[in-house]
């Protein structure tokens, strides 16, 4: 009796090895092994998993893996048809890890090799003309910043991002006019929808009268601070307030 019921149980045992449905033992859970071991398509679902993820979270310690993910997958594999994704994604953790350098030297390899007008290209654009306007690469700056006003001439939220991009070079430069356009232009067609931040509105706002006020045109002017005056309630944009009413109130009638 015992015997045929071994019989039985080998044969299972047997039947389950010919199917394939042995267990595979693993030194390390799935997800945790180290980047080196894993093949061109688990690392580059590894990384962009990992890039998802630093998006998601506010962590240097997300956005650290996501770059050490991504270095990898561009540096083991750098054929394979993904790493222009790869390029841009580690493009954008490197920006919100606050690495102007290191998204210049992304962007310049991408655009040495003279890529043609497309989604991608325009992204990476977007995505690093802040940071060549921080490392002082304003000719680039310049450049990138005509070329995707000119290729979405009527396309609102790709020009507020340019525009949001690029007012630092303004203000540096002391370009008034070019900023009096960026603000008016987030007052016009509801484009203040547009804003990373929301509370810009109303800080452009507050810009564009103080322009208009050193120029002398008091009449443009204090319509922009009683409108900023009005938010005075508001917590993050108190001292704006205080500061426009003040204006209001000195204003010549």
Known sequence: MYRKILLVLVLLVGLALAMGDKPVAETVPRGMEPLESLSADRLYRRAYAEYGAALDMVYAEQNRKAIEALSLFLEKYPDDPRCLD?????????????????????????????????????????????????????????????????????????????????????????????????????????????????????IYTYELALIYFNEGDFKSARPLFEEVAAQKDTRVLGNFADSAESYVKNLPK
């Not at 390029?87 to 290191?102: A, M, T």
């Not at 003309?129 to 009527?154: F, G, M």
């Open 86 to 202: 790869a390029q841009y994604f580690l493009l954008v953790v490197y920006g919100r890890n606050n690495q102007p350098q290191e998204q210049v030297e992304i962007a310049d390899a991408y655009f040495a090799g003279e890529p043609t007008d497309n989604a991608l290209t325009d992204s990476f654009k977007l995505e690093s003309l802040s940071a060549y306007i921080w490392t002082q690469n304003l000719i680039t700056a310049n450049t990138l910043y005509a070329e995707l006003l000119a290729r979405y001439p009527t396309n609102n939220s790709v020009q507020a991002v340019a525009h949001q991009q690029y007012l630092p070079a303004l203000r540096s430069a002391g370009d008034l006019d070019g900023q009096k356009k960026i603000f008016n232009f987030f007052r016009a067609d509801n484009n203040r929808q547009y804003l990373k931040n929301p509370h810009n509105y109303y």
